[in-house]
């Protein structure tokens, strides 16, 4: 069994989406894309430097495209035919939009709205986030809780994700917690899934609003909690507040276990979600859909292991 996976914000690297658009059709469909959301998408992928895609606002739209892009250079979700989809963090709306919840159009719109939202939220207090690398997940979390940082991100394959305040990530760096091997600070904007993003729960809850969604045509799989998710109501309520929550992944990869998956293919920028289920979940073929080279193997897994 398949799951296609879409990656959060941090994945993206000056230049990436460069590839991308010399597929047929892909400049057009992102022009049209950037026109509708009021952001040179093809700018940013192509030209922009790493503290310019940096910006939360930037970033997410950026993600969510580069993400939906280069499934569609697989075939339609019916060509692909995963078992489960599932997203991180922003990749959750590309995620969103395979299961069928979101058109691409209304996926692009909210993410804009999503990454305004959380840049103006992590406005308020200079936050931040950093990946602990190491250690036992319960003595990580409880030094953090003492830190007043969160766990905002528990990714499974001994990562955890902290955030908080720049003071409070300053003091980790000399303080981790035993058995952490290093404290890795993120390509991210502000401390997002913590309390810190609450202003953005209420921009993105009026953004949803005015969205249809509908039932999820393929697995989907939430961040909240590894469930499973039957209606794109749902779907949308759960990406509204996921905003202000932490990231379970671990438990999205205990799902995948639990479903069956056989293979995961990270859309790009692939890499971080294939890198944690190579550790996680032994035995299961993983490949990261980095640039258009990768698309034959890709298929050739599609192949394989497609429902």
């Known amino acids: 069994m398949l799951v296609l996976v879409a990656p959060g914000q941090g994945a993206q690297t000056p230049g990436f989406l460069t590839p991308w658009l010399e597929l047929p059709g892909a400049a057009d469909r992102v022009a049209a894309w950037s026109d509708a959301i009021g952001l040179d998408l093809a700018h940013y992928g192509t030209q922009a430097d790493a503290d310019a895609i940096r910006d939360t606002s930037v970033a997410q739209p950026l993600l969510v495209a580069a993400g939906i892009l280069s499934a569609a250079a697989l075939g339609d979700m019916a060509t692909i035919a995963p078992g489960a989809v599932a997203g991180h963090s922003v990749g959750e709306i590309t995620a969103a939009a395979f299961a069928g919840v979101l058109d691409d159009s209304a996926a692009l719109t909210l993410v804009r709205r999503r990454g305004l939202a959380m840049a103006d939220a992590a406005a308020i207090t200079e936050t931040g986030m950093s990946a602990l ?8 979390v409880a030094h953090l809780e003492k830190l007043g940082l969160t766990p905002a991100n528990v990714n499974g394959a001994g990562q955890i994700v902290a955030a908080g305040t720049l003071k409070q990530l300053a003091v980790l760096n000399d303080d981790k917690p035993e058995g952490v091997r290093k404290v890795v600070p993120l390509k991210v ?16 809850a009026k953004a949803a609003a005015d969205l249809s969604p509908a039932d999820p045509k393929v697995t989907y799989v939430s961040n909240k909690d590894g469930r499973t998710v039957p209606t794109g109501t749902e779907v949308l309520e759960r990406l509204v507040g996921q905003v202000a929550n932490p990231v379970r ?3 999205c990869m205990e799902t995948f276990k639990e479903l069956g998956a056989t293979a995961i293919i990270e859309v790009s920028p692939g890499g971080t979600l294939v890198g944690l289920a190579k550790r996680a979940l032994p035995g299961v073929k993983t490949l990261a859909l980095k640039t258009p080279d990768d698309l034959d193997a890709a298929r050739e897994l599609i192949a394989e292991h497609s429902a």
Request: aromatic share 8%.
């Open 189 to 204: 904007a502000g401390a997002f899934h913590t309390h810190h993003m609450a202003p953005a729960v209420d921009a993105l």
């Open 133 to 140: 690398l190491g250690g036992d997940p319960e003595v990580s």
């Open 249 to 251: 992944w671990d438990l």
